[in-house]
């Protein structure tokens, strides 16, 4: 595909969409779907940036059906809570957006469940919400599902041994490990919605090197990825760019259940979207399984 951008992106009239992160990709996100004339749930855990958000867009786009959804993403009652409450508000849901994530804290933590947190939030709190937003997807219209990745992934191993990083945390291997598991969980969902006949497309996608405040918010300004995020800003592609990956899987005809979708230049870094190849351990079936059975286990979540 050459060059594709949001005027590519089809009417998205009739479409509701549920995003998870309120800035960085996700208001981009949002805000490019709300032009298409979508109906946006963008969800985050505070109030007060996602009101922000809302205002943003609303102000971008006079008449942008956009509003701000509370979810705790490291909390599985929050996400438990939200879904219901979606499920009282409308019947059906046509895209959801996995984006939201925390990226390389110092320190180990723990989600409010007891799970580390990077793998918690980024790959363990989307498989729970999207699991509870089944029944709503389902029903929707060509529905899709977009896990959103890293190039991280590329050096990522899943440690069954020590999943929540336990026994010996480092934050990149374990950021590396929770973006992996976002792609794997994206083709085991497609496997098994083949399987099951539920009718949703999921697919896989990720932004590059993109300037967000992921890095500041995570590892801090005064980390490696930190400092070169402010030194070096030229090795960061612009928001809007870095989302463009995602806004392809999630509304053009042409994207593919079940593939993957990255920036096309500098070794998928930079550029606009375009197919590519996952990493080599993104495409073992066993590991997928077994990975998609123990978040079960840990989420009590039942994809029906």
């Known amino acids: 595909m050459t060059k594709w951008t949001t005027k590519n992106i089809p009417s998205q009239r ?23 004339g979508a109906s946006v749930v963008i969800v985050g855990r505070n109030p007060q940036k996602g009101a922000e958000a809302v205002a943003a867009i609303k102000k971008a786009v006079p008449g942008a059906q956009v509003q701000f959804g509370k979810v ?3 909390n599985l009652a929050s996400i438990a809570e939200f879904a219901a409450q979606l499920g009282r508000e409308q019947d059906s849901l046509d895209l959801l957006i996995n984006n939201a994530g925390v990226m ?17 939030t980024n790959y363990l709190g989307h498989f729970a919400l999207t699991a509870h937003l089944l029944p709503l997807l389902k029903r929707g219209q060509n529905p899709r599902v ?6 991280a ?3 990522g191993a899943i440690d069954f041994d020590d999943l929540q990083a336990q026994r010996r945390y480092k934050p990149f291997p374990v ?7 976002c792609i794997m969980f994206a083709f085991e969902f497609s496997r098994r919605n083949r399987a099951a006949g539920w009718g949703v497309e999921s697919l896989a996608a990720h932004p590059g090197l993109t300037r967000t405040d992921l890095i500041s918010n995570g590892a801090g300004r005064s980390s490696l990825p930190g400092m070169l995020r402010r030194f070096l800003p030229f090795l960061f592609q612009p928001a809007w760019q870095g989302a463009l990956p995602t806004l392809f899987a999630a509304t053009d005809p042409a994207a593919r259940d079940g593939a993957y979708y990255g920036p096309d230049r500098l070794g998928g870094t930079r550029g606009y979207p375009t197919e590519e190849r996952p990493p080599r351990q993104a495409l073992d079936i066993a590991v997928a399984a077994r990975l998609w059975e123990t978040s079960q286990d840990l989420t009590k979540v039942a994809f029906v």
């Open 175 to 181: 950021y590396s490990q929770s973006k992996l598991a």
């Open 146 to 151: 977009v896990s959103v990745s890293s190039v």
């Open 72 to 74: 705790d993403l490291a």
């Open 104 to 120: 390389t804290p110092p320190e180990r933590r723990e989600t409010s469940d007891g799970f580390e947190l990077q793998f918690g």
């Open 14 to 36: 009739g479409r509701s969409a549920v995003i998870t992160g309120t800035g960085g990709l996700g208001y981009e996100d949002a805000l490019a779907l709300a032009r298409a």
């Open 153 to 155: 992934a590329r050096g």
